[in-house]
């Protein structure tokens, strides 16, 4: 089974502005496993640990959850985001396929003979 990381935006200038973040990204998680992968949803698993480490800690965890990942799946309006720029760019660079919609997810799947659940 392929694992897919989840990049998008986390902060925001408010906690509610946050909390849209993460349901964005977990309602493309969701997509993702509908597409037949196991997403990797960083959002949902430190929803409620914004401000207990340093920033750069949060970065750089990420980055190396990503990196155990065989593909990346952006939300919607992640070039806002720090955090998910530095994704992006780590996974170009390591030559993970990246994608912007589940439609491109699906058909990379049944190229590797994969297929999808929905």
């Known amino acids: ?8 935006k986390f902060t925001g200038p408010t906690a ?43 970065y750089e965890g990420t980055l190396e959850l990503l990196r155990r990942c ?8 992640w070039e806002d985001s720090k955090g998910a720029r530095r994704e992006v760019a780590e996974a170009e660079a390591r030559g993970m396929p990246v994608f912007d919609a589940p439609v491109q997810l699906v ?3 049944v190229e590797l003979g994969e297929g999808t659940r929905s």
């Open 16 to 58: 509610w502005a946050i909390e849209q973040n993460i349901r964005a990204a977990e309602d493309l998680a969701m997509q993702v496993i509908l597409c037949g992968a196991m997403p990797l949803c960083p959002h949902a698993n430190t929803r409620y640990a914004h401000g207990s480490a340093p920033e750069d800690f949060f």
């Open 70 to 77: 065989d593909a990346v799946i952006r939300v919607a309006g």
């Open 107 to 109: 058909h990379w799947l």
């Open 1 to 8: 089974m392929r694992i897919v990381y989840v990049a998008g």
